[in-house]
């Protein structure tokens, strides 16, 4: 892979942490290293990719239109700044750029010509347009890998469509199998498609890195079709193998699950509630001798997973009864105990002080210049040998403009602010 400059940008604590600190490599810059990447997306899934990127080493460049993504404004916020943003624009460098104009067209593809991946989710046609498409792109630059994200992807009937990660969870069939069974679908309050489209990317782009410089690849780029819906169909069970072979559609069920029993959610004698699941027979019988129901396991049916399920309301009717008659710390003394999967239901402060979650880091604080040290997710995975790191939250509107495109691109400071007089920076 091309090797770039480091990234000398602010640095914070470092945010991953080895079980054995015998086999990190002391300020690792990440297995990402020397791959740049040019973000030219907005809102929540793409984003995710670049962000994952920037977090193992990657030098990634948030391309902006000059009035702002709109992901800085969503959500909660703080003396104006969003929080959200602070989170997922994480190790990028900001710039502005109006790529609506020929000016801003040409500055993107002569940025582009050194780059390892370009991240978008412009609706399909909108770049070839600009003289953006990725023909022209890789005309310039033969290695670039370009990552599309959209929500029907680049082809099909619905490829226009404007979509929002919301359409790709009600039309997977995620939405029509959550909810109570007598109740309406329901969807998740958070970007759930975009963040498993955004997992998805980030594996996408990684795998293509690796052919590219691999004996087959010779150094040649490609184009990467990412919908939001086809990722979360991907995850959500063998629905569409089981129509085809027995014709069976799954339903709404609430908590419960169709492959396994006890699994729901019950409450304690002191108001808290725990999710337990019970997915292996052995955990299964673990749980019915705990809470007092020896019989049940002698039942032939019991040794099915699938079986179980089907007697659903036996099995959580007794675990319902002796939870309910237990505070929150016996019912998970006891569990442990036994060697049964059960957790409490927490709500985001109660994670946070989770002694589990402190121990191993999950939250982490980084240093932010607008709002001091800050607490957010750590990576989501961790590299013993080459771990990566926040470098720095998402930082302000354009702030990076006038070192980026005078060193990076050689522009000097009267071309840079004639750009920005015109509206193109």
């Known amino acids: 892979m091309t090797q770039h400059a480091d990234d000398d940008a602010t640095t914070s604590r470092p945010t991953a942490c080895s079980t054995d600190p015998a086999d990190v490599v002391q300020h690792s810059r990440g297995p990402l290293h020397g791959i740049r990447v040019v973000d030219i997306s907005t809102v929540y899934a793409a984003p995710i990719t670049a962000m994952l990127l920037g977090d193992f080493g990657a030098e990634v460049v948030k391309v902006e239109h000059p009035t702002g993504d709109p992901a800085r404004t969503h959500g909660a916020t703080k003396d104006g700044h969003g ?3 602070k989170v997922i624009a994480r190790n990028k460098k900001c710039i502005t750029l109006n790529l609506s104009t020929p000016e801003g067209q040409q500055i993107l593809r002569d940025l582009l010509v050194d780059v390892d991946v370009l991240v978008e989710n412009f609706r399909p046609g909108v770049l070839e347009k600009w003289g953006l498409g990725p023909d022209r792109l890789q005309s310039l630059n033969r290695g670039l890998i370009t990552l599309r994200v959209t929500g029907f992807g680049q082809s099909g009937p619905y490829a226009e469509r404007r979509a929002f990660g919301t359409l790709a969870e009600a039309m997977s069939g995620f939405a029509h199998q959550t909810g109570e069974e007598d109740g309406s679908p329901t969807l998740p309050p958070f970007g759930l498609a975009d963040g498993v489209a955004g997992i998805t990317g980030a594996f996408g782009v990684v795998t293509a890195l690796y052919h590219r410089d691999g004996p087959e690849g010779h150094g040649r780029g490609q184009v990467i079709d990412l919908s939001l819906l086809e990722p979360l169909l ?18 709404r069920q609430g908590n419960r ?7 729901n959610t019950y409450r304690t004698s002191d108001g ?16 019915m001798r705990l809470v007092g129901r020896p019989d049940i396991v002698d039942e032939p049916w019991f040794a099915s997973a699938g079986d179980r399920s089907r007697n659903g309301d036996l099995l959580d009717d007794a675990v319902a009864k002796w939870i309910a008659a237990r505070p929150l710390r016996e019912v998970t003394a006891e569990f442990e105990r036994v060697g049964a999967a059960l957790a409490p239901i927490y709500d985001v402060e109660q994670l946070m002080n989770d002694p589990h979650v402190l121990a191993r880091g999950s939250i982490t604080t980084v240093d932010d210049e607008d709002l001091g040290p800050l607490q957010m997710q750590n990576l989501m995975l961790r590299m013993l040998r080459t771990p990566g790191a926040i470098r720095f939250p998402g930082r302000r509107l354009g702030q990076d403009n006038d070192s980026f495109y005078q060193e990076s691109l050689g522009l000097d400071p009267d071309h840079v602010a004639e750009l920005r007089e015109k509206g193109v920076l």
């Open 272 to 287: 808290r509630w725990v999710a337990v699941s019970a997915s292996a027979t052995s955990v299964a019988e673990r749980v």
């Open 234 to 251: 991907g995850i959500l069970g063998p629905g569409p193998s089981a129509f085809d072979q027995l014709g069976t559609v799954a339903g």
């Open 83 to 85: 929080l959200w943003w």
């Open 257 to 263: 699950s169709p492959n396994n029993a006890p699994r």
